[in-house]
């Protein structure tokens, strides 16, 4: 019976995680329409660090959403990461620029499903560079607009963060499909852990359905 709790509640938090992820992927489908067309200049990689903030749910989750703001004179640009520590890495990212007093209602789209806290810019460039390394490892590539994101980052050196991130749960690779994730596309991923992790034993991972989560998935053709 307390193994049959255990992952009931397993469940539960699981099916909170798809919720917030699905909100997330929304908002930042939205945003990433009224800012990205904008870009950023190249410039702006030198401008004062504004902001470098990080999503708590990736704590609880281990998905959420990553900004860094840099501000010069009444500009702002911005590089926004959508993050899984779990094992995909960067799933979506983009860059974009806009007046400073248009930052305050950019970022309110974000908080509405996210409790965000302050770090070091140097440590936002660590948590972010560590899940990519650990996604590439396990053979999961960036959203491709990473590439012109993290330009932002300029010249912050992520060894000046003396603080440490854990990627994966328990030791081991963690995949909760997303709300945009096709049959298809889980299939593939699950091929994919179960090459490099040696099986399915090798990693954990929880697949929605429309009943809520399963930790249970039978592979079909």
């Known amino acids: 019976m307390a193994i049959n709790q255990r992952k ?33 200049p190249l410039s702006a990689r030198t401008w004062p660090v504004h902001e470098a903030l990080i999503s708590d749910a990736i704590q609880k989750t281990r998905q959420g959403t990553v900004i860094l703001s840099r501000k010069s004179g009444e500009s702002i640009a911005v590089a926004v990461f959508l993050v899984d ?14 007046q400073a007093a248009a930052y305050g209602d950019f970022l309110a789209r974000f908080r509405v499903g996210e409790n965000f806290v302050q770090v070091r810019p140097e440590c936002l460039r660590k948590l972010i560079e560590g899940a990519l390394a650990y996604a590439a490892n396990l053979g999961f590539l960036p959203d491709p607009d ?29 995949y909760v499909s997303g709300p945009n994730d096709s049959p298809a596309r889980i299939r593939a991923v699950m091929k ?25 998935f039978m592979e079909t053709e």
């Open 85 to 98: 520590t779990g094992c995909m890495g960067i799933k979506s990212a983009f860059g974009g620029s806009m």
């Open 192 to 216: 994919q852990l179960s090459r490099k992790c040696g099986g399915p034993e090798g990693f954990h991972f929880m697949i929605a359905s429309p009943s809520g989560f399963s930790d249970d």
């Open 8 to 40: 009931r509640q397993r469940q539960l938090a699981r099916k909170a995680a798809q919720a917030s992820a699905k909100a997330k992927a929304t908002r930042a489908s939205v945003t990433r329409r009224a800012v990205a067309a904008l870009g950023f």
């Open 146 to 174: 990473y590439h012109s994101a993290k330009a932002l980052f300029g010249d912050l050196d992520s060894s000046d963060c003396v603080q440490e991130f854990d990627f994966g749960e328990n030791g081991k690779p963690f």
